[in-house]
């Protein structure tokens, strides 16, 4: 039976795209960032679905705007003993390099 608010087997998981959307973020141009990224997706057909999230505060106003890419979920063989880096974490983007950040999910 299907679970609900779990994906079928069939659908695919999102790249999610986390991007922080507090003050000190968005007076440092999250909200260029945000629309910058829609931009390069818009028209795009994706072998991935990516969907962009704005975020709460993730502890990095110094160094923002704060952008974090979450890669769908891989199936880990229980033989394999390290665990693969999947969290891909940005600091002072903007929205050309934001771009540039995606280019390998188009």
Do not use: W, Y
């Amino acid at each position: 039976e299907h679970v609900k608010n779990q994906p079928a087997e069939t659908e695919q998981q999102p790249i999610r795209i986390l991007i922080c959307q507090k003050s000190s973020c968005r007076q440092r141009g999250s909200q260029a960032i945000e629309a910058a990224i829609a931009r390069s997706l818009q028209n795009k057909d994706l072998a991935t679905p990516i969907q962009i999230q704005p975020t709460g505060c993730m502890k990095q106003c110094k160094a923002g705007p704060h952008v974090v890419l979450i890669p769908p979920k891989q199936f880990i063989p229980p033989t394999q003993t390290q665990r693969p880096k999947t969290l891909q974490r940005h600091t002072h983007v903007t929205p050309l390099a934001a771009s540039q950040i995606i280019q390998p999910f188009l």
